[in-house]
T-cell receptor
Framework: GAGVSQSPSNKVTEKGKDVELRCDPI?????LYWYRQSLGQGLEFLIY????????KSGLPSDRFSAERTGGSVSTLTIQRTQQEDSAVYLC?????????????FGPGTRLTVL | AQSVTQLDSQVPVFEEAPVELRCNYS??????LFWYVQYPNQGLQLLLK??????LVESINGFEAEFNKSQTSFHLRKPSVHISDTAEYFC???????????FGTGTRLTVIP
């Protein structure tokens, strides 16, 4: 069966440009998560969706980061005016119903490089 | 707030030797514990998890982890490693106060032939 997919797999952008990262969760999963994996650091939680709502945005590092989810499926993470410190691997995960102890299934990630 | 500590960033071990990857967590409430593995050039995969019940949990490829509440630990062990176990291993915790997982910084296991 299809797992979580993310696109693009790699994105190189110039400082100051906006980028959009896409996540397609596993069909039927109501919960969707975005994480960021920076070099030498663990995975950092960004935002959680339950359906199309985002009850927990506590991990978004600044107001340059935003995310939306439509149709209870695809999600887009947008980073405006990118900075070099935004360079990281952005991971998306989905789970059947959300919240602990649901197992989260991860996508392959999008590697973002800001020059 | 929850946090996870993986003390060892890198663990080299010879093939067929035993290995232990350490994980300690901090949380004041009941927790759920996970080990994820990331093989080279692949995404994160769930290796095993502890939700409740027996404190010893096992994976299909020979790894096991034991939940120790008094030590607040969830160390991952394998009695005999294979070359194919070379990967990065992440310990993670969640509880009923948050929906997301809190991850450690990872341990890179390198199995030496």
């Amino acid at each position: 069966g299809a797992g979580v997919s993310q696109s693009p797999s790699n994105k190189v952008t110039e400082k100051g440009k906006d980028v959009e990262l896409r996540c397609d969760p596993i069909s039927g999963h109501t919960a969707l998560y975005w994480y960021r994996q920076s070099l030498g650091q663990g995975l950092e939680f960004l935002i959680y969706f339950q359906g199309n709502s985002a009850p927990d945005k506590s991990g978004l590092p600044s107001d340059r980061f935003s995310a939306e989810r439509t149709g209870g499926s695809v999600s887009t993470l947008t980073i405006q005016r990118t900075q070099q410190e935004d360079s990281a691997v952005y991971l998306c995960a989905s789970s059947f119903s959300g919240g602990p102890p649901d197992t989260q299934y991860f996508g392959p990630g999008t590697r973002l490089t800001v020059l | 707030a929850q946090s996870v500590t993986q003390l060892d960033s890198q663990v080299p071990v010879f093939e067929e030797a035993p290995v232990e990857l350490r994980c300690n967590y901090s949380s004041s409430v009941s927790v759920y514990l996970f080990w994820y593995v990331q093989y080279p050039n692949q995404g994160l995969q769930l290796l095993l998890k502890y939700l409740s019940g027996s404190t010893l949990v096992e994976s299909i490829n020979g790894f096991e982890a034991e939940f120790n509440k008094s030590q607040t630990s969830f160390h991952l062990r394998k009695p005999s490693v294979h070359i194919s176990d070379t990967a990065e291993y992440f310990c993670a915790v969640s509880d009923n106060r948050a929906n997301n997982l809190f991850f450690g910084t990872g341990t890179r296991l390198t199995v030496i032939p």
